[in-house]
């Protein structure tokens, strides 16, 4: 089994920054993609920002340079950068991960965590 612990959110103003953490553990053998997906109310859960084993990113068009996405392998550990946070960022983020064992992958995901941005 692996668990995702979040932390990192918070309440901050428009214009400010917070960064995220999400720290994989457990029996973990490979981790292909990390992503951070958020949802807010009364909508549905959106992909914010995914990077796979090798680096390589992919964003919302909504938060693109603004938000960074970075793993540290050795950690088992993604990060979410956000800067320039706008009111519309506000939503319960949550950390997803693709975990494989040989020929079979499951996605986990954490418990997730809020953020509120003040206008």
């Known amino acids: 089994q692996v668990q995702l612990v979040e932390s990192g959110g918070g309440l901050v103003q428009a214009g400010g920054s917070l960064r995220l953490s999400c720290a994989a553990s457990?029996?973990?053998?490979?981790?292909?993609?990390m992503s951070w997906y958020r949802q807010a109310p009364g909508k549905q859960r959106e992909l914010v920002a995914r990077i796979a084993s090798v680096g390589s990113t992919n964003y919302a068009d909504s938060v693109k340079g603004r938000f960074t996405i970075s793993r540290d392998n050795a950690k088992n550990t993604v990060y979410l950068q956000m800067n320039t946070l706008k009111p519309e960022d506000t939503a319960v983020y949550y950390c997803?991960?693709?975990?494989?064992?040989?020929?079979?992958?499951?996605?986990?995901w954490g418990q997730g965590t809020q953020v509120t941005v003040s206008s």
């Open positions: 457990g029996t973990i053998f490979f981790i292909n993609t």
């Open positions: 997803n991960i693709n975990h494989r064992v040989f020929q079979t992958s499951r996605d986990y």
